[in-house]
C-alpha cells in the first residue's frame, strides 16, 4: 500500500479482511483515488475504527472465521460513533440468507467476488456519496438545532426583561421596592412547585406553566401606572370613593396586556398567565375580594398563588403607611385568612413553605438605601 501524508483529504476507507491476496486486489482499485487502510483481524478494525481518524467506509470480507463480519456490523451499527460509517460485506459467493442477515445488521451494500473494477469502484463512491450528504444533513440540522437554542434562549431573556421592565415601571409610582417583584416570582415559583402535584392542581401547574407564572408574576400591578398618584402615595387611609378607583389598577393591567397580544396577532402563553395574575390576584376566596367579586375555583389559579404571594410580601415590608410585620405574625394572618381571603389549598402549602418564603425574602432583602428613597425620614 502506498505511503500517504498525514494531511491527506481524500476519503478513507478501511478494508478488513485475512485474504491477503484479496487485500491487494482491493488496495490495487481503491489506493489511487482513497486514502486504505487495513486489517486482518478484529483488534486490528477496532483500533482503527475508534481512533482520532476514523474510517469513511468500512469493507468486510463476510467469509472471515466464525462470522467475525457480521458481529462487527452489528456492535459499530449499535453504538453512536460509529453507526454513520456505512459497512459494506464482502463474499465469495452469492447467498440470499447472508446477504439478507447483512442488510439486516445494517450494512448498506453486499458485494460478490471477484468484483469488476469498474462496478467496485462506483459502488464504493456511490455509498461515499450518500454518507457524504447525510452528514452535511446531520451538520445542518444539528446548527439548525443549536441556532434555535440560541434564538429561544435569546427570547426568553427578552422575554425576562420585558417582564421585569414593565413591571418596574408601575414600582417607580408605587411604594415598593424592585426587590419585591424578585421576591414575589420566587415565591409563586415555590408554591406553584409544591402544589404541582396535588391533584386539585396537577392538571395546570405543568413545568411548563410554573415557568410561565415565573416569568408573568411582575406583571401584577403593572396597572398602577394608570392610578393618580395623590392615591397611588397617599400615606393614609383611602376614601371609598378613592379605593374604588385603585380598584381599577386590575382591569388596567389585564386590557394593556390584551392590547400587547392583540398588537402581535396571536396568543401568546406567558402574556396570558400575566393577564390573570394582574386581574386576578385582588379577589377573594370568599367572594369579597376584586374586580369581579369571583369566588372559590372561579378564581383563577395564577390569581390565587399571586394573592398569597403579595400579601405576605406586603405584610413583611415597610410601606408609608406602615412597619413592617415580623415573619411569624405575617404567616399567622395568612393563616387565618385561610378559607376567607386565600384558598385553603394553597394557604396549606405555604405553612409548609414558610421558612423558605423567609430565606427568599432575606435574599433579596431591601437595602437601607432603597428603603430611604421610598420613605425618607421625616
Avoid at 198 to 203: G, L, Q, S
Avoid at 241 to 256: C, P, Q, Y
Wanted: charged share 30%.
Amino acid at each position: 500500500m502506498t505511503v500517504l501524508k498525514a494531511d491527506d483529504q481524500r476519503k478513507s476507507i478501511l478494508i478488513v479482511d485475512n485474504a491477503l491476496d484479496d487485500i491487494d486486489f482491493m488496495s490495487s482499485i481503491l489506493k489511487d483515488i482513497y486514502r486504505i487502510e487495513l486489517a486482518t483481524n478484529m483488534e486490528k478494525t477496532l483500533q482503527i475504527t475508534f481512533s482520532e481518524d476514523p474510517p469513511d467506509l468500512i469493507l468486510i470480507n463476510i467469509m472471515m472465521p466464525e462470522k467475525v463480519g457480521y458481529h462487527m456490523c452489528r456492535y459499530f451499527k449499535s453504538i453512536p460513533e460509529t453507526s454513520d460509517i456505512p459497512v459494506i460485506f464482502l463474499s465469495s459467493k452469492s447467498d440470499e440468507e447472508e446477504e439478507k442477515m447483512g442488510f439486516e445488521l445494517g450494512a448498506v451494500d453486499y458485494i460478490t467476488k471477484p468484483v469488476s473494477p469498474s462496478v467496485f469502484l462506483a459502488r464504493i463512491n456511490t455509498h461515499l456519496q450518500l454518507k457524504s450528504a447525510r452528514d452535511f444533513l446531520k451538520d445542518k440540522a444539528e446548527y439548525l438545532e443549536q441556532e434555535v437554542a440560541r434564538r429561544t434562549k435569546e427570547i426568553s431573556m427578552i422575554q425576562d426583561v420585558t417582564m421585569v421592565t414593565m413591571g418596574s415601571l408601575a414600582e417607580t409610582r408605587d411604594n415598593e421596592t424592585a426587590n419585591h417583584i424578585r421576591r414575589t416570582q420566587n415565591y409563586v415559583k415555590l408554591l406553584a412547585t409544591k402544589l404541582k402535584a396535588h391533584p386539585k392542581f396537577k392538571n395546570f401547574l405543568t413545568d411548563e406553566k410554573i415557568m410561565l407564572l415565573f416569568k408573568s408574576a411582575p406583571l401584577h400591578d403593572m396597572g398602577k401606572v394608570g392610578i393618580p398618584d395623590h392615591i397611588l402615595l397617599k400615606p393614609g387611609e383611602l376614601t371609598p370613593e378613592e379605593f374604588e378607583i385603585m380598584k381599577t389598577h386590575t382591569t388596567i393591567g389585564r386590557d394593556a396586556i390584551i392590547s400587547a397580544e392583540n398588537l402581535l396577532g396571536i396568543p401568546v402563553p406567558f402574556l396570558r398567565v400575566g393577564m390573570e395574575i394582574a386581574y386576578g390576584h385582588h379577589e377573594k376566596w370568599n367572594g369579597a375580594g376584586y374586580p369581579e367579586g369571583l369566588s372559590g375555583d372561579d378564581i383563577s389559579i395564577p390569581g390565587r398563588l399571586m394573592a398569597i404571594a403579595d400579601v405576605y410580601d406586603a405584610l413583611i415590608s415597610r410601606r408609608i403607611y406602615k412597619p413592617p410585620y415580623p415573619h411569624e405574625e405575617s404567616v399567622d394572618i395568612i393563616r387565618e385568612a385561610s378559607g376567607t381571603h386565600f384558598d385553603p389549598d394553597i394557604v396549606d402549602a405555604f405553612l409548609v413553605l414558610a421558612n423558605q418564603f423567609n430565606k427568599i425574602a432575606q435574599k433579596y432583602a431591601d437595602s437601607e438605601e432603597d428603603v430611604q428613597k421610598k420613605w425618607p425620614l421625616k
